[in-house]
């Protein structure tokens, strides 16, 4: 085992713990988290709401100018957040334990990095930091493209049982 597979690992751990958490706090709905005097917040599932619909809608005055995000927001994932909420919870808390784990990780990445890039072009156009969501999404990448599970992971045990092309994908 090498210091460049345990790195990838670790970072795939710290990145699981973050999706999980975060479902966790959906499902559980609670955000604070006190830890003696280190208190931090976490994002439910009605904060997740608003900051979408404050992101899309009144950032800056009138929202994002992303052509048809106001209206998949507006007519599609507001109107119906009651089962989009529990579809957000339920990637987090899948790809969070996937990555965790070291399970079909580059899968779970990839499914991570599509809420993240979602999340990236609702930002768009807010005059945010440049940095504000990449810090999220490029760790996502990364590990969507390499086989950080096989270290510390059970795609180490996955990984080549197939007999085609992909029999290493997504392990």
Do not use: C
């Given at each position: 085992?090498?210091?460049?597979?345990?790195?990838?690992a670790?970072?795939?751990?710290?990145?699981g713990?973050?999706?999980?958490?975060?479902?966790?706090?959906k499902?559980?709905e609670f955000?604070?988290?006190?830890l003696?005097?280190y208190?931090?917040?976490l994002?439910?599932?009605?904060e997740?709401?608003s900051?979408?619909?404050?992101?899309?809608?009144?950032?800056?005055?009138d929202?994002t100018?992303?052509?048809l995000?106001?209206?998949?927001?507006?007519?599609?994932?507001l109107?119906n957040?009651?089962?989009?909420?529990?579809?957000v919870?339920a990637l987090?808390?899948?790809?969070?334990?996937?990555?965790?784990?070291?399970?079909?990780?580059?899968?779970?990445?990839?499914?991570?990095?599509?809420?993240?890039l979602?999340?990236q072009?609702?930002?768009a156009s807010?005059?945010?930091?440049?940095?504000?969501l990449?810090?999220?999404w490029?760790?996502?990448?990364?590990?969507?493209l390499?086989?950080?599970?096989r270290?510390w992971g059970?795609d180490?045990r996955?990984?080549?049982?197939?007999?085609?092309?992909f029999?290493?994908?997504?392990?």
């Amino acid at each position: 085992m090498n210091a460049i597979g345990r790195g990838l690992a670790a970072f795939r751990i710290y990145a699981g713990l973050v999706l999980f958490a975060n479902g966790i706090s959906k499902l559980f709905e609670f955000r604070n988290v006190d830890l003696g005097p280190y208190e931090v917040f976490l994002i439910d599932k009605e904060e997740a709401r608003s900051i979408l619909d404050f992101e899309v809608n009144k950032r800056g005055g009138d929202g994002t100018d992303v052509p048809l995000l106001k209206d998949l927001v507006n007519d599609v994932f507001l109107p119906n957040w009651d089962v989009f909420q529990w579809l957000v919870t339920a990637l987090e808390l899948g790809a969070g334990a996937a990555l965790i784990l070291g399970i079909a990780s580059r899968a779970a990445a990839l499914a991570a990095l599509g809420q993240q890039l979602f999340l990236q072009l609702v930002y768009a156009s807010s005059g945010r930091w440049l940095f504000e969501l990449p810090h999220e999404w490029v760790p996502l990448l990364i590990l969507a493209l390499v086989p950080a599970g096989r270290v510390w992971g059970v795609d180490r045990r996955l990984a080549g049982r197939g007999s085609g092309r992909f029999d290493n994908w997504p392990f």
